[in-house]
């Protein structure tokens, strides 16, 4: 199936394909505020210090879960419940049946379009290795949506 990415639910998808859904955009690896009054989410623009900036991908991505804990790997039904997924994550516009935007690699066919539509984290974000996590409420930004 050519457009498998706009037809196949999340739960059909296979390994391959679950994985080539991503659009690389690497915003889930910014950490991220809660108001604990409120339960609004604010992200910042420190990133995971695991995180490949130039690339958007995670520079050891099959152990990431040691390497992070707070590192939330995503599954098929969960994706649709998790609010603080930035709406421009493919596996969020998939879980509510939206077909993906013309910037994600599997539409363009480049992996760099992501990043030319100014999606993308890169050059942006810093490294949790530079700041304490005291300090983070300090980076919040509003270019995630
Ligand atoms: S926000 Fe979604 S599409 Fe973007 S890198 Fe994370 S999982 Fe992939
Ligand atoms: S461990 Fe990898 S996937 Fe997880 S937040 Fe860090 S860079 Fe992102």
Redesign the pocket.
């Known amino acids: 199936m050519s457009d498998w990415w706009n037809t196949l639910p999340l739960q059909a998808l296979d390994a391959e394909q679950w994985e080539a859904?991503?659009?690389?955009?690497?915003?889930?690896?910014l950490h991220k505020l809660q108001d604990e009054e409120t339960g609004e989410i604010f992200y910042t623009k420190v990133r995971c210090r695991y995180l490949d900036e130039e690339s958007?991908r995670c520079g050891d991505y099959a152990h990431r879960s040691q390497l992070m804990p707070n590192c939330i790997q995503?599954a098929p039904d969960m994706a649709g419940d998790l609010q603080w997924?930035?709406v421009?994550?493919?596996?969020?516009l998939r879980a509510k049946g939206e077909p993906l935007p013309e910037w994600h690699p599997l539409i363009s066919g480049d992996p760099e379009t992501?990043h030319r539509a100014g999606v993308?984290i890169r050059g942006r974000a810093i490294s949790d290795e530079y700041v304490h996590p005291d300090g983070y409420d300090e980076h919040i930004v509003r270019w995630v949506e």
């Open positions: 859904l991503c659009d690389g955009c690497a915003k889930c690896c958007c995503l997924l930035p421009t994550c493919a596996y969020r992501v993308s």
